[in-house]
């Protein structure tokens, strides 16, 4: 209420006008290549967004007054916290993976792939982890996202890439994991203003937990294999362990959607550090695709050939999402936390999933996650479901594990 009050009435028509603008020009910019033609709108997002600290108020940096909105008593200094161990512990690994690992064949999922067969697969997908067709959509965009419009009606949206079966699927789980949360939400929360989620980062471990934990498990691809067969032949002789192995591949990649899980975070932290110095004022905005390649390149050692590969990939920016990509991140890192305690409760969930029985799993998520929408604040709920803070301890020794048995270490 305080933060809403302390807007002026005609800041969020202009701002609202803005995003508008912004995000038909986004979408023309990618597919012609040109962040020239895109600036000046990115350049108009980036000031309102100062306007809106400075209104909002912080007692360290602008760009806390930002995350709140994403990620409640979540600040700068936090995440810078939370990331140094990560880059301490993953940048090694991921280096070990490459020097001593051996990497599984991916070749097997490269192709050319219908699109009303991806749309069928994504379908068959979401039908898997009972996202509620009943109750929401499945359409196209160009780029993936989950809209609530309210109870009994949570819509998702995906793209198909054509070139591999892959990054359809995981992304039809991964909107699946949003949808399922807010299709969770009892009808109450929404009379009392509580049907949001937790935080961002909360809906985040929803979304990345069914695309990573669930869509790229052993388990899971012992069930699924039959079921892409069904719309791709090619994959009816092929191993569920192959298919595991394959979609499981590290290797730095351009796009984030894309990325695999030991360097996905990768992909967050470069988004963090140039948000918060446009923020600050120490970054501009025409910087943005040298700073963008540059930070690739420190990062994941690898450089876009264009820029709608690389600074307009995302549509974040023009929609006035500053300070939302840290929830990803956060994401990732809730789901790892949470899932010794799914295992521990339920000790069959792998088998359950080589079935195609997802109901365990969903009633624990509903009972644990969902049904408290945002009743409790992100640091409350996962001290609730885990019995203390937000630890990326976690999540460093979930792909340890993972990725050095799937690479042979």
């Given at each position: ?253 351009l796009i984030r959607v894309e990325a695999d899980e030991v360097t996905y975070n990768l992909h967050i932290m470069l988004r963090f550090e140039i948000e918060a110095g446009l923020i600050e004022g120490s970054i501009a ?29 995302d549509v974040h920016w023009s929609m006035g999402y500053i300070g939302y990509f840290p929830s990803y991140m956060l994401g990732n890192l809730y789901a790892a936390q949470m899932l010794p305690k799914i295992r521990k ?65």
């Open positions: 209420y305080d933060r809403n009050r302390a807007i002026p009435p005609d800041f969020v028509e202009q701002f609202q006008i803005a995003q508008s603008e912004a995000q038909s020009a986004w979408i023309a910019a990618r597919k012609a290549n040109d962040f020239a033609s895109f600036q000046p709108h990115l350049e108009k997002i980036v000031e309102f967004a100062r306007r809106l600290a400075e209104y909002y108020g912080y007692e360290d940096h602008p760009y806390d007054a930002l995350l709140e909105d994403y990620e409640p008593g979540m600040t700068c200094k936090q995440l810078r916290a939370i990331i140094e161990p990560l880059k301490r512990d993953l940048v090694p690994f991921l280096r070990k993976l490459a020097a001593a690992g051996t990497p599984p064949d991916r070749s097997l999922l490269d192709g050319s792939f219908d699109q009303d067969a991806l749309r069928h697969l994504s379908r068959s997908a979401l039908e898997f982890v009972q996202y509620d067709f009943e109750a929401g959509a499945l359409d196209d965009v160009a780029h993936p996202f989950t809209a609530t419009i309210g109870p009994g009606d949570v819509r998702i949206t995906n793209r198909y890439p054509t070139d591999s079966p892959i990054p359809s699927l995981l992304g039809a789980m991964h909107e699946g994991g949003h949808a399922l949360y807010n299709q969770g939400f009892p009808e109450e929360l929404y009379m009392l203003g509580l049907a949001g989620g937790s935080s961002n980062g909360i809906h985040e471990s929803q979304s990345r937990m069914m695309e990573n934990q669930v869509g790229r498990s052993r388990a899971f691809w012992q069930f699924f294999q039959p079921v892409l067969a069904e719309h791709f032949p090619q994959f009816a002789s092929g191993s569920p362990e192959a298919l595991y192995r394959a979609v499981n591949v590290v290797e730095p990649s905005v025409a910087d943005l695709p040298a700073l963008w390649n540059q930070a690739m390149k420190d990062y994941l050692g690898i450089v876009p050939p264009n820029d709608a590969q690389g600074v307009l990939q409760d339920l000790p069959a969930l792998d088998a359950d999933i080589r079935r195609g029985d997802t109901n365990p799993l969903l009633g624990w998520l509903r009972e644990n996650v969902h049904r408290h929408g945002a009743t409790y604040q992100p640091n409350e709920l996962i001290e609730r479901i885990t019995g203390h803070a937000l630890d990326p301890a976690h999540f460093v020794r979930y792909v340890t594990e993972k990725y050095s048995d799937i690479y042979g270490l």
